[in-house]
């Protein structure tokens, strides 16, 4: 299994505002994952973050709006840029596994 | 129609009751499949995964997945309130992971 913890928690930022998130894992994996889950729906996959590599994003998200950082095996950053209310939501990382998938604890986002 | 459908909607049961959650899908790529469980204000969490046809038993929760249906089920024996959670079913084939929308069950004591 892998152990993640994500920062900060939570937070309520301002609109136009920027919110960095980061994500740290207790071992070297190669496959991460930026998903987001608003009020009453299930997860939507951001984008795949692997070491070396660009992060690969969704259809409806763009790197400017959702840049990510994947400087080594065990951490990642998602930054969720120029916020708006709808894109409060909670932010969870994940990690993979052949299959298995492991999440963390997310990062509830409010924007006001 | 979405790829993956999860019913039924909030389930509330007796402890001690078994409880069926379900899931269905169209995408015939699908191979893996696994059920998360996720407390409030919790990321999920792997209780079991399968692949392809058949049933997985693991203490009082069993998979179930019949691919020739696209259905697959998750189910809990003698249920307790602390399994009162959102149950997800997800699935994977193809490069592409899916998740259902969630059931969110309660337990009463």
């Known amino acids: 299994s892998a152990v993640i913890s994500q920062k900060p928690s939570r937070d309520i930022c301002q609109r136009g505002t920027s919110l960095t998130i980061q994500c740290q894992v207790d071992s070297q994996v190669t496959m991460m994952f930026w998903y987001r889950q608003q009020p009453g729906q299930s997860l939507t996959l951001i984008a795949t973050a692997n070491q070396g590599s660009e992060a690969t994003y969704e259809s409806g998200f763009v790197i400017d709006k959702f840049p990510i950082s994947r400087p080594n095996l065990t951490f990642s950053t998602l930054t969720v840029s120029n916020m708006s209310p709808e894109d409060s939501s909670i932010y969870l990382c994940?990690?993979?596994?052949?299959?298995?998938?492991?999440f963390g604890p997310g990062t509830r986002l409010t924007v006001t | 129609q979405k790829e993956v459908e999860q019913d039924p909607g909030p389930l509330s049961v007796p402890e001690g009751a078994i409880v069926s959650l379900n899931c269905t899908y169209s995408?015939?790529?699908?191979?893996?499949f696994m059920w998360y469980r996720q407390y409030s204000r919790k990321g999920p969490e792997l209780l079991m995964y399968?692949?392809?046809?058949g049933n997985k038993e693991d203490g009082r929760f069993t998979a179930q997945v019949d691919k020739s249906s696209k259905y697959i089920s998750l189910f809990i024996r003698d249920s307790q309130p602390s399994d009162s959670a959102t149950y997800l079913c997800a699935m994977i084939g193809d490069n592409d992971m899916r998740f259902g929308a969630g059931t969110r069950l309660t337990v009463k004591p």
């Open positions: 399968t692949y392809s046809s």
């Open positions: 995408n015939s790529a699908f191979q893996y």
């Open positions: 994940s990690v993979a596994t052949l299959y298995e998938q492991y």
